[in-house]
């Protein structure tokens, strides 16, 4: 069983609760789709320009995650045709944001939860 942390962004908080992101998770698709079984360890808002994610990253490692996903829309924007990551998402500072966690936590760090773009395979910082 693997323990999921999820990171999102304060810019669609109000917005979307998760719905999907969950739904992937619990059914181990999309972004979830290499583990066996995973549980949701917890979710944290990133706030811009996330200047305190290395303190929220290390909370959630203490709290016993093994993975720390960023959602989807972090990064990718829903269009006509699906969803694109070839524009960005809600998140400015994504690639640096990502790599902190990473660097901090020491933790395998994917890009990705739920309804991937059309082509795209989950990026893994580890
Ligand atoms: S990735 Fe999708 S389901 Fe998850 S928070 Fe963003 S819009 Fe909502």
Known sequence: ???????????????CPLTGCFTALSK???GFDKYDT??????????????????????????GAHAI???TCSFAKKTDNGWDDSNGGFCDNFNRIAKQVHKETGLPCVLGTAHLPKGYTPKILD
Do not use: W
């Open 1 to 15: 069983m693997t323990n999921i942390a999820i990171l999102r962004c304060e810019k669609n908080e109000s917005k």
């Open 28 to 30: 181990t698709k999309q």
């Open 38 to 63: 995973c549980t949701l360890t917890g979710v944290f808002t990133c706030h811009c320009p996330g200047d305190n994610i290395a303190e929220l990253a290390k909370i959630l490692k203490s709290k």
């Open 69 to 71: 996903h960023f959602v």
